[in-house]
Nanobody, 122 residues
Framework: EVQLVESGGGLVQAGGSLRLSCAVS????????IGWFRQAPGNEREGLAC????????YYADSVKGRFTISRNNAKNTVYLQMNSLKPEDTAVYYC???????????????WGQGTQVTVSS
């Protein structure tokens, strides 16, 4: 059974940092593109970053470029999202997802985690 489980969310002050983890089971994370997304109430799901399956290439949305870093630990079958310089507008539920295409679009991903809440206070 394919599962993705996010962890690491919480409450942080503006300017602070959090590291989200996406633990993958049922397949090898390096065989799929893994993406991070977020969704705030009333908003569409936004693609933030992804890491490719073959060469580990990375993509970042403009909204997080320079602040967020995606990485993968193949030995732990885990993908991380390091989030620095957090802003109140980063408040959302954060999801990781797995897919076969290298893409920032949510519709191209096949498997999703349950999400973890990130709240940034001003």
């Amino acid at each position: 059974e394919v599962q993705l489980v996010e962890s690491g969310g919480g409450l942080v002050q503006a300017g602070g940092s959090l590291r989200l983890s996406c633990a993958v089971s049922g397949f090898t994370s390096e065989d799929y593109t893994i993406g991070w997304f977020r969704q705030a109430p009333g908003n569409e799901r936004e693609g933030l970053a992804c890491i490719g399956s073959e060469d580990g290439s990375t993509y970042y949305a403009d909204s997080v470029k320079g602040r967020f870093t995606i990485s993968r630990n193949n030995a732990k079958n885990t993908v991380y999202l390091q989030m620095n310089s957090l802003k109140p507008e980063d408040t959302a539920v954060y999801y990781c997802a797995a897919g076969t295409l290298y893409s920032g679009r949510a519709s191209t991903y096949d498997y999703w985690g349950q999400g973890t809440q990130v709240t940034v206070s001003s």
